[in-house]
């Protein structure tokens, strides 16, 4: 017998998630690039609906109606077949606490979110990953490790934090290799940047199949990671399996306010996707003309690589650039260490991560 209480099997296996930093001590002004949020902010009509709320003294409503309601508008769904959670985050541990168990083993690729293993390991399952090919998710890795215990498969597409995506042909060669009774997560919270005609956030698979779930968020594109506001929809069976566990308040009346008038605001959404698109292509050109690699992205973000030719480390960037004010996210923890993931700020911060990495890169050598 344990003298204390002990926590069950997976758990203290669990390292907790870091969100990136912040702060940099003794820096005027800061420019925050590592957690992808967006630099146009939320829709001004958010805001509004958020300053117009009241009643703070009753429950919210558990079922989210009105929000799931605009959801299922923008996107022609059946609303019976949407839950809405504190940001995707919440959905994506609801979904594996309802189909993983002890044992259960839980697929996802090499540099995948780092929530697919904490959740997995929360459930008391075994997280088993997949190697990648060119830091894009390889279908046949994936398949490779599907076991007779494999419950679910976690799919982010576009991956955070690499940028990469899988066409729609290969998400389906993907669901068309499982077996029936495997959960296919297809985690879409960076859909509404890409710009690919292959590409396909997940709506058509849902809509055909029994085992495929997509998970959205309001936190990247919409603005409203403060809020914490994300949404699935899945076959009835799996929403009735997560409406049975998921608390019953679990989203609050602002948040779903915000996510109503932000979720109908299409010329905001344009202007968001308008300015990442340019950016987007500017920083990836200015960068690798600096001789650095960057990954191909379709999000909001970019994969920062510092070939040993460069004579310069990430951490040694990551170091310089917070000294002025400029928060990258490193990213040790994805198995990424000589990288860095740059979010597409304002034009201001875009500039300025160039010329000081420019600076940077000009100075003396060092060796990793």
Sequence with gaps: MSARPEPRPGVMQIEAYVPGKSAAAGVAKIHKLSSNETPLGPSPKAIEAIKAFDHFELYPDGSATRLREAIAAKYGLDPNRIVCGAGSDELLSLIT??????????????????VYRIAILAAGGVPVVAKEKDYRADVDAILAKVTPKTKIVFLA????????YLPFDEVKRLHAGLPSHVVLVLDAAYAEYVRRNDYEAGLELVATADNVVMTRTFSKIYGLANLRLGWMVAPPHIIDAVSRIRGPFNVNGPAMAAGIAAIQDDAHLAQAVTHNEKWLAWLTSELEALGLEVTPSVGNFLLIHFPRETGKTAKDADAFLTSRGLILRRIDGYGL?????????DEEANRLVVATLREFLSGAKTHA
């Design 97 to 114: 606490s309802a189909y993983v168990g002890p044992g259960d083993e839980g697929v996802f690729s090499e540099h995948g979110f780092l």
């Design 157 to 164: 597409n576009p991956n955070n934090p690499t940028g990469t």
């Design 337 to 345: 260490p000589h990288a860095l993931r740059l979010t597409i700020g």
